[in-house]
């Protein structure tokens, strides 16, 4: 018995931010941030919009594409690093939003490997028959980290510029990590499927904490007594902190090795892939994995020039956006792979569902 997609859904929050946006408010400019990541603009949520109610929306679509009832799902599983609040997790907010009933439910903390671990956790449970229904949900706002300030207003169209030169200061500082990401949420169902040979046919899940620190929000959290203090938010310790250009090494390493080697697993080879699902971090990250796999833009799109770095959300965001536009036949071979936070990282293979 296998497990298989059957049903997709997104959602994002209506406003936009643009390069240009961002330009007016810190040290920026569109042709840097688009010739460095391919980021043209984001999509950001606006105060009281938590990474549950845009799961909630995705889940709410992604039941509504594959004709499942709420009251037919088994297990909810949430993957974000921006949750609603510290304590608890989404998704028992998203659980009970969505009307699914008292099943359970738990969240993920694999950053963007998130939804890929989420994806094989899913597969592990349908499999083994502990469920029959499995969602998987990716959701981030990754806008609260941002140190705007009062230069929200500018970005909101409230009032406009120029920026208070304090707010331009902090938002010129976070400049090289806070022009990558976005806000936005994706769903898929999995069922239990009898095809042979269909849905997850393998996965490799890598972790190596000792590159924890490439990325990380270092504060706020219980080494600290309190855990949050004057003192850590003078330091900005809630701010992220990043080693972009290790990051991008170990991105464009670590992906490709990862498709390689589920590959391998199955017997199977580059040539046989249909379809590469790959996290969005950065276009030229998405170059580097092309680069090492010899192929080409068509087999690992990409959609980071709409939304940005999503994190958890980046894998489901873009599955839902080739269904639609027909990319995913029955047959095709398509492998979901990520790099993240932690670091955690990983592919898995899937064979849709239907002979060619
Ligand atoms: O999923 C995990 C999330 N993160 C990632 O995957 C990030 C992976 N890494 C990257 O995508 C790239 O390393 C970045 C896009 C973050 C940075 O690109 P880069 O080509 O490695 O640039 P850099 O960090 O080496 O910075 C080059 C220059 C610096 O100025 P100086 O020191 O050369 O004068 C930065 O201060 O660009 C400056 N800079 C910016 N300038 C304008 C950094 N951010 C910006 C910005 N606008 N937003």
Redo the contacts with the bound molecule.
């Keep these: 018995m296998g497990s298989v997609i059957i049903g997709t859904g997104v959602a994002v929050p209506p406003r936009i931010v643009t390069n240009d946006d ?1 330009a007016a408010i ?4 569109d042709e ?2 688009r010739s ?2 391919g980021v043209r603009q984001r999509h950001i949520a606006d105060p009281g919009v938590g990474a549950s109610d845009l799961a909630a929306d995705a889940v709410v679509e992604a039941l509504r594409d594959a004709a499942v009832a709420p009251e037919d799902v088994d297990v909810l599983i949430t993957a974000t690093m921006t949750p609603d609040q510290f304590a608890p997790g989404i998704s028992g907010m998203v659980q009970d939003r969505c009307g699914l009933g008292h099943i359970a439910s738990f969240d993920l903390r694999q ?2 490997g998130g939804y890929l671990y989420g994806l094989d956790l899913a597969d592990a449970l349908l499999r083994s028959g502990k469920a029959r229904c499995v969602v998987v949900v990716g959701a981030e706002v990754h806008s609260g980290y941002m140190p705007y300030g009062a230069s929200w207003e500018i970005l909101r169209g409230q009032r406009s510029g120029p920026a208070d030169p304090v707010d331009h200061a902090a938002a010129t500082e976070a ?7 976005g806000d936005g949420a994706g769903a898929a169902v999995l069922a239990t499927d009898d095809g042979p040979g269909t849905g997850f046919v393998g996965s490799v899940l890598r972790t190596d904490g000792s590159h924890a620190d490439l ?1 990380e929000v270092p504060g706020v959290g219980f080494r600290h007594q309190p855990y949050v203090d004057a003192a850590q938010l003078e330091a900005r310790a809630h701010w992220p902190s ?1 080693n ?2 290790e ?2 090494r170990q ?1 464009v390493t670590c992906m490709p090795a990862a498709v390689r080697e589920v590959l391998a697993g199955a017997d199977l080879t580059v040539d046989d892939l249909s379809l590469v699902i790959a ?1 969005q ?2 276009d ?2 998405l170059d580097g994995v092309r680069k090492q796999l010899g192929v080409d833009a068509d087999l690992v799109p990409s959609n980071i020039a709409r939304y940005g ?1 999503t ?1 958890a959300a980046t894998l489901p965001i873009l599955l839902h956006e080739q269904r639609a536009a027909g990319r995913i036949e029955p047959g095709d071979l398509v492998c979901f792979t990520a ?3 932690g670091a955690h990282w990983g592919a898995s293979l899937y064979r849709v569902p239907g002979a060619r």
Excluded: E, K, P, Y
């Excluded at 810190?26 to 400019?29: A, F, G, H, P």
């Excluded at 400049?175 to 990401?181: N, P, Q």
């Design positions: 961002l810190m040290d920026t400019s840097w941030i460095r990541t950053q963007c400049r090289g990590w806070a022009v990558l990401f990325i990043m972009g250009m990051l991008f991105a996290h971090a950065n030229r990250i770095n994190t790099f993240g936070a």
